[in-house]
């Protein structure tokens, strides 16, 4: 992995167990190439901070990848949107997957959490909006508990 994080999207309001309330955002690492040849990949994290200067961070989490969208006849319809059916971007949108140090994970080399947002009526669920090996587009609801769950950190 390369050895910092950058910023993805930022961030939401959360209540930490000591009651404190920080905010919560995403981050994202690009693995090394390995071998040299092959391109990047790229891995997310959460994490959460003080929303005043100097804007300590409390907690991350640790790194984990977003799945690609479901495929047509996979899913009911009616519940999921499925991926797009568009020969030009089903290659590159199914076959790329997430691959670091030989192991494969079921998920894209590449996806980018661009957006995240407090559901409208539930401030209790965030909307996450990310970008599947730069061919797609996804939104996903995830309840803010989950996303706290994943954070270790000073509790």
């Known amino acids: 992995l390369v050895e910092r994080d950058s910023g993805s999207a930022c961030c939401v309001p959360i209540r930490w167990s000591d009651g404190r309330r920080l905010l919560l ?3 994202h690492r690009k693995t090394r ?3 040299k040849r092959t391109q990047y990949s790229y891995v997310s994290r959460v994490y959460a901070f003080e929303p005043t200067p100097p804007f ?3 907690a991350r989490s640790g790194f984990f990848c977003l799945g690609f969208a479901p495929t047509r006849g996979g899913v009911d319809e009616d519940e999921e949107a499925s991926q797009s059916d568009n020969e030009q971007v089903w290659g590159a949108a199914n076959e790329y997957e997430l691959k670091i140090m030989g192991t494969k994970f079921d998920c894209p080399r590449i996806h980018f959490v661009s957006g995240i947002a407090e559901k409208v009526g539930d401030e209790d669920t965030v909307i996450v909006s990310y970008g599947v090996n730069d061919c797609y ?5 995830v309840s803010k508990d989950f996303l706290v769950s994943l954070l270790k950190g000073r509790r």
């Open 25 to 27: 955002g995403f981050s």
């Open 33 to 35: 190439p390995y071998p």
């Open 56 to 58: 300590n961070i409390a």
């Open 137 to 141: 587009p996804r939104m996903v609801e």
